[in-house]
């Protein structure tokens, strides 16, 4: 039993999805690879002395100051300075050059071009020399953390904005990856009237060959969406599935999963309204997946076993 | 008292003849489940914004949900609709929007926090020194995608200011009098 496009609430265009895509063989940087990376973040964070510490998910070098933590399973960094995220006794933080804008999720915060051109060249001249800035990158941008003060009741008596993070994205091709295995981002922190650096966390497998795989078209790239027991089981139970985001990409794993190709995928985030509750009615329940968008047979013709896919 | 951190169905925190009596003996609690801005699901049904919830009634201080969109905050749909569930809760964690991660796959969403905000600090002294609202940041900026907006609320006091609130071993005051609450999230 499954569901079929007519009968899905499309609150967004359904994409069209070629009949080929690329699918990518990555490597992993190894520890040693990614020493110079680890060096170079311990000295911009100026750790001090620290320990060696073999963790569960790879290597920290990490001391009272902070710490840099190499994964294993992806070749990922991240790094925090202790000192700058405690330099603040709440959520607000002293930007100066911010302004506040209104879109439909209501008004929020974003950085000046003055500042954000501070940050991405600062993001820049880091990543460069600690040789984290692989092909691929996407578009740069940065955007600020908000927060709200609220009193008992829930009214907002006071908000702003928070940390500055810049973060670039990866593409292979024109295709984008999507997931949380490919990005890098960089948070920044007001201090002393200017910016400084106070975590970043970088996660990209190199791209070290491509091959095209048959999707076999968009109906058919949809078959885990159309198949997805959660999905299938309420709607038979009378729910509507109703899709509002959809995205075509290749698909990167998280930093501590092991991943050796990136398969197209669609991230798909939707909601089931009129889910049958036995106590209260009808409720509405959200979902956000990954569904892989080529067959275990189209990957073996060309050439891969299979792709491990999560929910 | 038992402090213990880690991930598990439960069955809910919910008083109310439909319900099965609330469990809330530990410190922290990290949850996967379905959700929606009101509400998310447990074991047995669903807990809602409407439901007499009492977190932290015996223990509770930190409680992470991977519910979709459960710390939404918007103007007309402020994330204080959770504020009548804090008995003595100093945290609830969750989301702005939709956990790509929701409803399957427990392992990195539940140990990856516990290891931020407590284990790795509490295995090599001195290290890993993180507060709890970071240590879900850190966690979930690992496995979200950079489209996912990770997000808290939080309970503080002028006696009891939980900003810098570490997992710890002691008992932390819970805010009491003269509360405020502060909800904030930022880019995964």
Redesign the interface.
């Known amino acids: 039993m499954s569901l079929s496009l007519e009968g899905i609430d499309w609150r967004v265009t359904p994409p069209e999805i070629p009949d080929e895509l690329p699918v990518a063989t990555l490597a992993t940087p190894s520890y040693e690879e990614r020493l110079h990376a680890v060096r170079t973040l311990h000295d911009r964070f100026t750790l001090g002395e620290?320990?060696e510490?073999d963790?569960p998910e790879g290597v920290?070098h990490?001391?009272?100051r902070g710490?840099v933590q190499y994964f294993a399973a992806s070749g990922?960094v991240?790094a925090?300075d202790?000192e700058v995220?405690?330099a603040f006794?709440?959520?607000r933080r002293p930007w100066t050059d911010v302004l506040e804008v209104d879109d439909e999720?209501?008004?929020r915060y974003v950085l000046g071009e003055q500042t954000s051109s501070l940050l991405f060249q600062d993001a820049g001249e880091l990543l460069r020399a600690a040789r984290l800035l692989p092909d691929g990158l996407g578009d740069v941008d940065v955007?600020l953390?908000?927060?709200?003060?609220?009193?008992?009741?829930?009214?907002?008596?006071d908000r702003g904005p928070?940390?500055a993070?810049v973060?670039a994205?990866y593409s292979l091709d024109g295709v984008p990856f999507?997931?949380?295995g490919a990005?890098t981002?960089l948070a920044y922190e007001p201090v002393g009237g200017r910016p400084v650096l106070a975590?970043m966390?970088h996660?990209h497998r190199p791209v070290v060959d491509v091959h095209s795989v048959r999707t076999g078209g968009t109906e058919r790239a949809l078959t885990g969406l159309l198949r997805d027991p959660?999905l299938v089981e309420h709607h038979q139970r009378g729910a509507c599935v109703a899709v509002t985001g959809i995205q075509v990409g290749l698909l990167a794993l998280?930093?501590?999963?092991p991943q050796h190709i990136a398969a197209p995928a669609v991230?798909v985030?939707g909601?089931l309204e009129n889910v049958h509750?036995?106590?209260?009615g009808p409720?509405?329940?959200?979902?956000?997946?990954?569904y892989q968008a080529v067959s275990a047979k189209s990957l073996r013709a060309a050439g891969f076993a299979a792709a491990h896919i999560?929910? | 008292m038992s402090r213990r951190i880690g991930s598990w169905w439960i069955t809910d925190f919910v008083d109310g003849a439909s319900f099965t009596a609330g469990r809330d003996g530990v410190a922290a609690l990290v949850m996967s489940s379905h959700g929606s801005p009101s509400g998310f699901a447990v074991s047995d049904g669903y807990v809602s914004t409407d439901d007499a919830v009492d977190f932290g009634k015996s223990d509770l201080e930190v409680f992470a949900s991977h519910a979709c969109g459960l710390l939404e905050h918007t103007p007309d749909n402020s994330a204080g609709r959770w504020i009548p569930a804090f008995e003595r809760l100093h945290y609830l964690l969750g989301f702005h929007d939709d956990s790509y991660y929701s409803g399957s796959s427990h392992d990195p969403r539940g140990s990856l926090p516990a290891a931020y905000s407590a284990w790795l600090h509490y295995s090599f002294f001195g290290a890993f020194d993180m507060p709890v609202r970071e240590a879900w940041a850190e966690a979930n900026e690992i496995v979200e995608s950079a489209d996912v907006h990770w997000a808290y609320l939080r309970a503080t006091s002028p006696e009891a200011d939980t900003y810098d609130e570490r997992l710890q071993a002691g008992e932390p005051p819970a805010p009491a009098a003269g509360r405020t609450f502060y909800t904030a999230r930022g880019t995964c």
């Open positions: 620290t320990i510490l963790l920290a990490a001391g009272r710490e990922a991240r925090r202790t995220c405690r006794p709440d959520e999720g209501g008004p955007v953390d908000q927060w709200a003060q609220l009193d008992e009741s829930g009214a907002e008596i928070g940390r993070v973060r994205p999507i997931g949380a990005k981002r975590r966390f996660v959660f998280p930093a501590v999963v991230a985030r909601v509750d036995d106590r209260r409720i509405e329940l959200r979902f956000a997946r990954y999560p929910h």
